[in-house]
């Protein structure tokens, strides 16, 4: 895939017509370096990006360490541990919270089920909604085994990345 | 093995003088010690001639859905006809599936479930399998989702040898349910699902039998759609017959019989390839619940419970490309119509990973083949009970395989593949079920609409989710025409059919919407008639990156309209539902009922009551903040989203002036709307340790309803691992109990 086309799919910018092409094509090998040379571009990080893990989240090699880090820059921590634990929470858990989001009758009673809204506590852009019944463990959605897919794709670990 | 054949008292008709049991053993050891179908070393077929290799796998597939189109036309009921609700596949003689049509491909597995029962319960012996036999299957715990779904299955012998199964599946509007319609809720056990086919020999010489079908015209309530699409199954599977004929005169026996087999091989390759192309290793999680508030509604004494299924999915790819799906931690079946057997639960991941992995390879059991997978036993999705109730599994099978989507759609998002995410899909239900009787005649009209195959599917990471048609069991559906439904449920026309606000989940990339209808009865006795969907008292799953889950149903109808007389005199009538507006009451008056509760069990129903129903969008996915403005105003005009719910979840300001109908967007009022939606997200939300704290008050103090600790509590019981879980998440001491 050439670069510009990435920066376009990244940016929801190929209608539909381009972008069934693309599907109904033979996947390009190196759509993980494409992609990853446009993020790393864009966030301008002098750490190396190692993968993106959500729409606003990617793991970054900090030092010794792999983090979790929004772009806008607020760091969640250890990628090993769960994002999450490190976001701003709130939940949807009675009517009138749910009402201010779905039409009247049209969403879950809120003793059975709430909405968990996790944000960005630096830039609060929603980064992940769950739907679970109150007292539900908040779930790990997310474990990337790095190595293993850099070793897949034979590419080097950034040089500063080896744990 | 010397049972078999001390048994058979004559020539086995598997290969090279082996009994089919024989076939299957030597087949599931050489997987076990190879790791490869039948041991396949090298794809010797495809390395010594690939053009004949590709050619003959087109001309299976190409046989397959010629088959589908042709046997469709040949026989079917309206349901198989208007939507294609159907599929045939071609399978070898231990059960394999090698090529397949298109259609309602969930059930090519389950199909060769229920071959694969044949061969080890030893058909062979008895009642035998012999050229010209027909074999029917419509048991759920052998190889089936419902009862409603027959599979009709053909031997296809080459001289004495059994060289394949030709086989078809057709989904019926009536199986004799203690209900009528094709997904009951209402049976709590084996004894009210209807009619059951345990792997019958239906039909010899190529003749079905007149005691069979005498039988089966009696066992379900709209018999001449029975026999329509027993032919039609039939008919579909002698085409594969004969194709597979022709194939061998054309290529010899030889070349058929590795063929067969290299190609699932070849499938599972394939599928293994696209893990390591797409996805990436590593551990991934996703959650759906259903919630079945049945306390007051069930009918019976022991349905008589709310409830909650828990279906956790958790996949783990290893290094070694090693794809293990389990779902450890589900909860448990139960007196209800929901309950579903390990087979359809393997039908639904293969076909989903079809959909989403191998759309352009190989599709057959070679997928199925590719991945290991854990339903525990006991559980709902594995149920081991023979005696439950299984009309019904899709309410809980649908809802957990949206976990699927997700799982995957985070690991092909990372390999920068954003084309392919797939963060859900609509729940296919809630049009009409039931049937009713003409006032004119007396005769039964059936009511089991299959637009339900066109709800909305969930938002890609770089487009809009297709709105109003998708359904994850048969990838090419759509809704059909509305003039053949009322064809079939002739007593109850269509007052409107048209796009629901508010119905596509919320995100960046929206979900597909969904859309609603309103239904009138019309010269009818009475009628018996429900809807059911699974997300009312709970969402059906999630979105993703921030994308919301979509709507869930709700119930509507009026009782004794007054919908002649507005018609009579010309006045308006309602479209749709808005619930905020009241026009339905007010335009339809009459006995209005409105419940949150997505099922709603049968009801005797007379001439001008209206019912309306909502089929489901699909869920968002990223910030709905960041779904560009104009976008936004571009749903509003195609009645994708209310100005309401555009300004409070969307935070865009549009304005229309008076008499137009195009909104316009407001860039200087959107912005503000905007930041003041971020303000309150920073004003409203918690640090995650006072969240914590307050969730595990909650647990701690009992504070969580009935059907909720009940849920932990199955869940708990059936799982130690996930009970442990449940408890260090939650810092709750050993043997603590919700």
């Given at each position: 895939?050439?670069?510009?086309?990435?920066?376009?799919?990244?940016?929801?910018?190929?209608?539909?017509?381009?972008?069934?092409?693309?599907?109904?094509?033979?996947?390009?090998?190196?759509?993980?370096?494409?992609?990853?040379?446009?993020?790393?571009?864009?966030?301008?990080?002098?750490?190396?990006?190692?993968?993106?893990?959500?729409?606003?989240?990617?793991?970054?090699?900090?030092?010794?360490?792999?983090?979790?880090?929004?772009?806008?820059?607020?760091?969640?921590?250890?990628?090993?541990?769960?994002?999450?634990?490190?976001?701003?929470?709130?939940?949807?858990?009675?009517?009138?919270?749910?009402?201010?989001?779905?039409?009247?009758?049209?969403?879950?009673?809120?003793?059975?089920?709430?909405?968990?809204?996790?944000?960005?506590?630096?830039?609060?852009?929603?980064?992940?909604?769950?739907?679970?019944?109150?007292?539900?463990?908040?779930?790990?959605?997310?474990?990337?085994?790095?190595?293993?897919?850099?070793?897949?794709?034979?590419?080097?670990?950034?040089?500063?990345?080896?744990? | 093995?010397?049972?078999?054949?001390?048994?058979?008292?004559?020539?086995?008709?598997?290969?090279?003088?082996?009994?089919?049991?024989?076939?299957?053993?030597?087949s599931e050891r050489l997987f076990q010690e190879t790791g490869r179908y039948q041991g396949i070393d090298r794809l010797e077929l495809k390395e010594e001639d690939h053009f004949r290799y590709e050619r003959a796998f087109a001309k299976l597939r190409g046989a397959l859905v010629a088959a589908r189109e042709t046997a469709l036309h040949i026989s079917a009921s309206p349901i198989v006809r208007n939507i294609g609700e159907l599929c045939f596949a071609l399978y070898t003689p231990e059960g394999d599936s090698v090529a397949v049509s298109t259609g309602i491909m969930v059930h090519v597995h389950t199909m060769s479930e229920a071959l694969k029962w044949m061969?080890?319960?030893?058909?062979?012996?008895?009642?035998?399998?012999?050229?010209?036999?027909?074999?029917?299957?419509?048991?759920?715990?052998?190889?089936?989702?419902?009862?409603?779904?027959?599979?009709?299955?053909?031997?296809?012998?080459?001289?004495?040898?059994?060289?394949?199964?030709?086989?078809?599946?057709?989904?019926?509007?009536?199986?004799?349910?203690?209900?009528?319609?094709?997904?009951?809720?209402?049976?709590?056990?084996?004894?009210?699902?209807?009619?059951?086919?345990?792997?019958?020999?239906?039909?010899?010489?190529?003749?079905?039998?007149?005691?069979?079908?005498?039988?089966?015209?009696?066992?379900?309530?709209?018999?001449?759609?029975?026999?329509?699409?027993?032919?039609?199954?039939?008919?579909?599977?002698?085409?594969?017959?004969?194709?597979?004929?022709?194939?061998?005169?054309?290529?010899?026996?030889?070349?058929?019989?590795?063929?067969?087999?290299?190609?699932?091989?070849?499938?599972?390759?394939?599928?293994?390839?696209?893990?390591?192309?797409?996805?990436?290793?590593?551990?991934?999680?996703?959650?759906?619940?259903?919630?079945?508030?049945?306390?007051?509604?069930?009918?019976?004494?022991?349905?008589?419970?709310?409830?909650?299924?828990?279906?956790?999915?958790?996949?783990?790819?290893?290094?070694?490309?090693?794809?293990?799906?389990?779902?450890?931690?589900?909860?448990?079946?139960?007196?209800?119509?929901?309950?579903?057997?390990?087979?359809?639960?393997?039908?639904?991941?293969?076909?989903?990973?079809?959909?989403?992995?191998?759309?352009?390879?190989?599709?057959?059991?070679?997928?199925?083949?590719?991945?290991?997978?854990?339903?525990?036993?006991?559980?709902?999705?594995?149920?081991?009970?023979?005696?439950?109730?299984?009309?019904?599994?899709?309410?809980?099978?649908?809802?957990?395989?949206?976990?699927?989507?997700?799982?995957?759609?985070?690991?092909?998002?990372?390999?920068?593949?954003?084309?392919?995410?797939?963060?859900?899909?609509?729940?296919?239900?809630?049009?009409?079920?039931?049937?009713?009787?003409?006032?004119?005649?007396?005769?039964?009209?059936?009511?089991?609409?299959?637009?339900?195959?066109?709800?909305?599917?969930?938002?890609?990471?770089?487009?809009?989710?297709?709105?109003?048609?998708?359904?994850?069991?048969?990838?090419?559906?759509?809704?059909?025409?509305?003039?053949?439904?009322?064809?079939?449920?002739?007593?109850?026309?269509?007052?409107?059919?048209?796009?629901?606000?508010?119905?596509?989940?919320?995100?960046?990339?929206?979900?597909?919407?969904?859309?609603?209808?309103?239904?009138?009865?019309?010269?009818?006795?009475?009628?018996?008639?429900?809807?059911?969907?699974?997300?009312?008292?709970?969402?059906?799953?999630?979105?993703?990156?921030?994308?919301?889950?979509?709507?869930?149903?709700?119930?509507?109808?009026?009782?004794?309209?007054?919908?002649?007389?507005?018609?009579?005199?010309?006045?308006?009538?309602?479209?749709?539902?808005?619930?905020?507006?009241?026009?339905?009451?007010?335009?339809?008056?009459?006995?209005?009922?409105?419940?949150?509760?997505?099922?709603?069990?049968?009801?005797?129903?007379?001439?001008?009551?209206?019912?309306?129903?909502?089929?489901?969008?699909?869920?968002?996915?990223?910030?709905?903040?960041?779904?560009?403005?104009?976008?936004?105003?571009?749903?509003?005009?195609?009645?994708?989203?209310?100005?309401?719910?555009?300004?409070?979840?969307?935070?865009?300001?549009?304005?229309?002036?008076?008499?137009?109908?195009?909104?316009?967007?407001?860039?200087?009022?959107?912005?503000?709307?905007?930041?003041?939606?971020?303000?309150?997200?920073?004003?409203?939300?918690?640090?995650?340790?006072?969240?914590?704290?307050?969730?595990?008050?909650?647990?701690?103090?009992?504070?969580?309803?009935?059907?909720?600790?009940?849920?932990?509590?199955?869940?708990?019981?059936?799982?130690?691992?996930?009970?442990?879980?449940?408890?260090?998440?939650?810092?709750?001491?050993?043997?603590?109990?919700?």
């Open positions: 895939m050439e670069r510009r086309t990435a920066k376009d799919l990244i940016d929801g910018q190929l209608s539909w017509p381009q972008l069934k092409e693309i599907i109904s094509h033979p996947k390009d090998p190196d759509r993980f370096q494409v992609v990853m040379d446009v993020l790393r571009e864009r966030l301008g990080w002098q750490e190396p990006v190692l993968l993106p893990l959500a729409e606003h989240l990617y793991i970054v090699q900090k030092g010794t360490q792999r983090v979790v880090r929004c772009d806008c820059g607020y760091e969640f921590g250890d990628c090993r541990e769960n994002w999450k634990t490190k976001a701003r929470v709130f939940v949807r858990n009675d009517e009138s919270l749910l009402r201010e989001i779905y039409p009247q009758m049209m969403h879950c009673d809120p003793q059975w089920m709430e909405l968990r809204e996790f944000y960005c506590p630096g830039c609060f852009t929603l980064l992940e909604v769950e739907a679970v019944p109150p007292g539900y463990p908040v779930l790990f959605d997310f474990q990337p085994d790095i190595d293993g897919l850099y070793e897949w794709l034979g590419l080097p670990l950034p040089s500063s990345a080896s744990e | 093995m010397d049972v078999a054949k001390r048994d058979v008292g004559r020539t086995p008709i598997g290969w090279d003088g082996k009994t089919l049991l024989e076939m299957m053993e030597e061969v080890r319960n030893n058909y062979e012996r008895d009642p035998g399998i012999r050229p010209g036999d027909i074999f029917t299957s419509n048991d759920p715990d052998v190889g089936n989702v419902h009862t409603a779904d027959v599979h009709t299955m053909v031997p296809v012998f080459w001289e004495d040898e059994l060289v394949g199964w030709a086989s078809g599946v057709t989904h019926q509007v009536d199986i004799g349910a203690n209900t009528p319609g094709h997904d009951p809720i209402t049976p709590t056990s084996r004894f009210e699902d209807g009619f059951h086919l345990t792997c019958e020999r239906i039909g010899e010489d190529e003749h079905i039998r007149q005691d069979h079908r005498l039988r089966s015209q009696r066992a379900v309530r709209s018999p001449l759609y029975w026999d329509l699409d027993e032919k039609c199954r039939t008919a579909g599977a002698y085409l594969i017959r004969d194709a597979v004929h022709r194939f061998i005169a054309e290529e010899g026996i030889d070349y058929y019989k590795r063929f067969t087999r290299e190609v699932v091989e070849e499938g599972r390759r394939i599928f293994m390839a696209r893990v390591r192309e797409r996805l990436l290793p590593g551990r991934y999680r996703a959650v759906t619940f259903v919630g079945i508030p049945f306390k007051e509604e069930a009918w019976q004494p022991r349905a008589r419970k709310d409830f909650i299924c828990h279906a956790p999915m958790e996949i783990v790819i290893g290094r070694d490309g090693d794809f293990f799906l389990t779902m450890e931690g589900a909860s448990e079946p139960g007196f209800h119509a929901f309950n579903c057997a390990e087979g359809p639960m393997q039908g639904a991941i293969w076909v989903l990973l079809s959909q989403m992995l191998v759309y352009d390879g190989k599709v057959n059991d070679g997928s199925y083949l590719a991945l290991r997978h854990y339903f525990p036993p006991g559980s709902w999705c594995n149920a081991l009970d023979p005696q439950l109730s299984y009309s019904t599994p899709w309410a809980f099978l649908i809802p957990a395989f949206t976990g699927l989507t997700r799982c995957l759609s985070r690991a092909l998002f990372a390999r920068g593949y954003r084309e392919e995410v797939v963060c859900g899909y609509g729940f296919t239900g809630d049009a009409i079920q039931g049937g009713g009787t003409l006032a004119f005649n007396g005769e039964y009209w059936p009511a089991a609409n299959f637009e339900i195959s066109a709800v909305g599917l969930g938002a890609s990471a770089v487009h809009d989710g297709l709105d109003w048609g998708y359904a994850m069991w048969n990838p090419e559906s759509d809704q059909g025409d509305a003039e053949l439904w009322e064809l079939l449920e002739i007593g109850i026309p269509y007052l409107a059919r048209r796009v629901k606000e508010d119905t596509a989940g919320y995100g960046k990339y929206r979900g597909g919407s969904g859309w609603e209808a309103l239904r009138l009865l019309v010269g009818n006795r009475d009628a018996e008639l429900y809807m059911a969907r699974a997300d009312g008292v709970t969402f059906m799953g999630s979105g993703i990156f921030g994308g919301y889950p979509q709507a869930t149903a709700y119930r509507l109808w009026s009782r004794g309209s007054e919908i002649m007389d507005r018609v009579s005199k010309g006045q308006p009538y309602p479209l749709g539902d808005d619930p905020d507006s009241g026009e339905f009451e007010e335009l339809l008056r009459g006995e209005v009922t409105r419940r949150t509760t997505a099922m709603m069990m049968p009801e005797i129903f007379h001439d001008r009551d209206v019912l309306h129903y909502v089929l489901s969008g699909g869920p968002g996915c990223g910030d709905p903040l960041e779904r560009p403005a104009q976008r936004v105003v571009d749903d509003m005009n195609e009645g994708i989203f209310s100005e309401r719910i555009a300004a409070d979840v969307l935070g865009v300001v549009a304005s229309r002036a008076e008499g137009q109908e195009k909104w316009t967007l407001d860039e200087e009022a959107t912005d503000a709307r905007r930041q003041e939606i971020r303000r309150l997200r920073a004003e409203r939300s918690l640090p995650f340790d006072d969240f914590w704290q307050q969730e595990r008050q909650r647990i701690e103090q009992g504070q969580l309803v009935e059907p909720v600790r009940g849920m932990l509590r199955e869940s708990m019981g059936l799982s130690q691992t996930w009970a442990q879980e449940f408890r260090a998440f939650w810092k709750l001491p050993e043997g603590f109990q919700p």
